[in-house]
């Protein structure tokens, strides 16, 4: 129920932090692996959406959500910070594939949620607070990446017009 969910999330949210972290530092560690390639998580198969847990398939649907309205407005600075990603790690880095996407951050906060054993309808809700207090701010990140890697030159040429931020809903 909710009152257990608000109960256990703060006992729970150190462990919450760590696993998300370690997923993130893990899709880091990706990149640097030669010749390996991260499965996409999300295609799903038309044939076989009957198969898919309704939950799955929810979190999915929030997941993808939120990644388009961050990409709205963020697709320049993740472009040229994927760019700035692939010239150090020496292969091509795709907006999806970095770890610093919305999508692949959202992925693996969701996935450190699993610990919480949290139903969907709460899963959701506290992927909704992630949003709004991470990926709701991700510009401030994508900007200071985009400015550290130029201030020790890599790819100093790309130059980055800073969009017009419309409040967010």
Known sequence: SMFEAMRDLPLKRESLGHDFFQGFFDNFNQLCRVNVRRPKQDEVDIDNLSLVQNDELEESVAIETMAAKVMGSEVQALTHLSARISQLVQ???????????????????????????????????????????????????????????????????????????????
């Open 91 to 169: 292969r091509k880095v795709s907006n999806e594939d970095n770890p610093l996407s919305p999508k692949s951050l959202a992925t693996a906060f969701l996935e450190s949620c699993t610990i919480l054993g949290f139903e969907i309808k709460i899963k959701l809700i506290i992927l909704k607070l992630f949003e709004k207090s991470v990926l709701d701010n991700i510009h401030t990140v994508y900007e200071d990446c985009n400015a550290h890697l130029i201030k020790e030159g890599v790819l100093p040429e790309l130059k980055s017009t800073a969009p017009k931020r419309k409040p967010r809903t």
